[in-house]
Structure formats: structure tokens, C-alpha cells
């Protein structure tokens, strides 16, 4: 991936005066990809079911798509040849943004919840990269759609990051959001098919780690043994 | 940046083996990076002087890593022709790595307090990065030191957005740190030049910021005005 045109150098605005611009229609690309960066930072406060691995709080959004970042990078090895890693980046730093306005759904919420969320997140799709200039929201929304898509290596890939990494912190949290919700081991597997479907080798991963975790009494066996 | 060879599907140990497979010598490749990554989890406990936009709790560092990488993406216009984006959101995502160990120290610190924290980092990133295969302990590794260095056009733009990120929070949390801190406009105005020498579009705009600031009273005026 690389950078495109160099930007003009030129004067911004200043934070400040966002509001007022944008009402008169004279907002500059510059302060508008700022008033987009300054209302992402509500992701922050976007608290999801799984807790840190020191159980000292809940993981919010934000600090949960740095850490599938991190993944990207660490575990590159397991994506498919030819995957576009900047591209797999660029969708886990962006995929969970539109909980600013819709909120985190747990993994293993009911059908209807699950069908209201993702229109709910349809809609602030609409609200948050409007917020860019013209071109780059398009560009940005087609890597988030691309996402919930699941139709290339990428997203495959990224979808299946986002899969594991609860997994890798109920492991360590006598079994987290398994144990706090009831969750079962045939619940699990039904995502591990997912996880697998972007990387074989980490799909094999986590099979094993449902395994263990029947084994040590963290996931309740499959319901249909 | 692309992904590697593809890794061979097989077993991983799941992570309730990694203490004792260590001890034996016997860690799996991905056994040794999901170990590091959970570990990485810890980045999500180290706050930085920066509050949220909101002002509800201070920022912490692996928040603030998904935010850098966020703006890499956003502003990657303003980034000299020809850089590689995938390598500015790497080491976006790496660079507090070793404020695990480390912790954060506030940008205006003294020098000696610097000179210190430079040191733990190094000692910090020994100990991290060893946790991951060799080979690419190595590579990560340079990402990071690259980071430090400044040298590259990579390197110079992500240590621009690490300087902006709390410039704009600041702008809206009525001067924020600055004002905490009493931090004048000639201390912002030395770390602006820096993000001047990694994108002089985004300098401009950081400059016309602390204008803005010093202005609206959010930031002392220079000492030698």
C-alpha cells in the first residue's frame, strides 16, 4: 500500500472553528479527516464482553482493534500467500467503528439482536464516513464493507483475527466470556469453522484450544456429544 | 507488504502448555507468537498524561497505538510520495510495545528523565521481542528501532502522527495536558518541527493549531516572545 498525492501544504483551520465551517460549507479535506479522527476516539469508551487478561476491567473497542493490528503483524505467516497485509490492517483499525453509535453486540447474541445490530451499523456507517471528504469516505466504507463481506483473503483473514483473539483471552482468564455466558463448545466450533476459513493453520490452532479448554473444564462440552 | 510463506496447518499446544513447552525448549513457532501476543495484552494497562476527548480517564497506550494507525490510514495524502503505508502502520502499532516494561513518560519530561526512559525501553525490548521466533524477533525488532531512529520516510511519518495525536486532543479538552502541565507554546512549537519534517502539510496544520491555541488561552504564549 502506498501513500498517494502529497497533500498541499497549506494552512488548517484549527479544531476549533470545525463547527462553524462545516455549516457554511467551507470545510477544507484536512479538518474534515480531523473532525473524523477526533470523533473516533469515542471508540474508547465502547466497552466489549471480553475482559483484559489481568481481569482488571472490561476491553473496550479501540484497544481490541490495536491488538488485532498486532496480530496482523505477528501472525502474517498464517495468511494465505499473495495477502495484502496493509489492506488486512486497514480493516481491523476500521472494522469496529461504527460501534461508536451501534454499540458492541456479544458474539453469541441471539438471531433478531444480531439482525438489528448490523442495521444499526449500517447506519452509522452512513453517519461516520460521511464525516470524510467525498472520495476517502467511499474508499473507507468499501474497506469496511469488504469486511463484513468476508469474500476476499483479506477479509477473510481479518475476520478470522477478530475471531480468535477472545478466544486467546478466554485461554488465559479461566475461560472469560465462555464461563461468564455459558457458552459451549459446539457454539465455539461453529466460529472456529470461520477462523479456518481464513487460515488454515489458525483454524487448527484454535480447534486444539477448544479441546483444552473442554479439557480443563473452561467451555462446557458440545451439547450434542 | 505481503504475507510470507504460508505457515503448515498443525497443532498448536493451546496456551495453557506455553509455561512448560518454554521450559523445555520445545515452544512451537505459533505457540511463541500467541505467547507474545497475549503478553502484548498488558500495553492496554499503561496510561499515558492524555485524557480521552471526553476527559472521562486517561488514554492508554494500546488505545492510543489503534489511534496513530487509524490517522496513518486517514492521513496518508499528507505522507511524502511513495511511502509505504503498511510499514508506517506496523510501526505505529509496535512503537509502545516497550512501555510494558517501561512505562510512559510524559513528552516534556527533563532530559535526564529521558536519558533513563531511553534506556528501560531498550532493556524492555530485549526482553519482548525475545519472546518471538527468532527471525522475526529480528525483523520486528528493526521496525521498531527504525521507528526510534527517524531516518526513513516511514519512520519520520509515524513519529509525526505520535506527536499530533495528543495536539488534537489537547485542542479539545481545553489545553488538555498543556494546561496541565503549563506547557508553553515554544516547547509545542520544537515538537512541531519534527512533524514538519515528516509531512509538511501536517506541520502547517499543527503550527496553525498552536496559534489557535495560544489565542484561545489553551497555551501559554512563547516564554521569549
Redesign the interface.
Known amino acids: ?17 470545525r463547527a462553524d465551517s462545516d455549516r457554511m460549507g467551507l470545510m477544507e479535506p ?1 479538518d474534515r ?2 473532525g ?3 470523533e ?6 465502547v466497552l466489549r464482553q471480553t475482559t ?3 481481569r ?1 476491567r472490561r ?2 473497542s ?2 481490541h ?3 488485532l ?3 496482523a ?14 489492506r488486512v ?2 480493516m481491523v ?2 472494522h469496529d467503528l461504527v460501534e461508536i453509535d451501534a454499540g458492541d453486540l456479544f458474539a453469541y447474541a441471539a438471531p433478531a439482536d444480531q439482525a438489528r445490530q448490523e442495521q444499526a451499523e449500517r447506519t452509522a456507517a452512513d453517519r461516520l464516513f460521511a464525516l ?1 471528504p467525498p472520495a ?1 469516505a467511499s474508499s ?1 466504507r468499501a474497506l469496511w464493507e469488504e469486511f463484513e463481506e468476508r469474500t476476499t483473503a483479506e477479509a477473510k483473514f481479518a475476520r478470522a483475527l477478530d475471531r480468535l483473539e477472545p478466544m ?2 478466554n ?2 482468564t479461566e475461560g472469560g466470556t465462555w464461563a461468564a455466558h455459558g457458552v459451549t463448545a459446539d457454539q465455539v466450533l461453529t466460529r472456529v469453522a470461520l477462523i479456518e476459513d481464513g ?3 489458525l ?3 484454535a ?3 477448544v ?2 479448554a473442554v479439557d ?1 473444564g473452561l467451555l462446557a462440552p458440545p451439547r450434542e456429544a
Not at 503483524?73 to 496493509?86: K, M, S
Request: contains cysteine.
Open positions: 500500500m502506498k501513500a498517494g498525492r502529497h497533500g498541499d501544504a497549506r494552512e488548517g483551520m484549527g479544531a476549533g472553528c484536512l479527516q480531523v473524523f479522527l477526533l473516533a476516539d469515542r471508540l474508547k469508551t483484559l487478561t489481568d482488571s476491553e473496550n479501540a484497544e482493534s490495536w491488538h493490528a498486532l496480530m503483524l505477528v501472525l502474517a505467516e498464517h495468511a494465505p500467500p499473495g495477502t495484502d497485509l496493509g490492517m486497514a483499525v476500521l470524510l476517502q473507507l486467546l483471552i485461554m488465559v487460515s488454515p493453520s483454524g487448527a490452532y480447534r486444539t484450544m479441546a483444552s480443563r
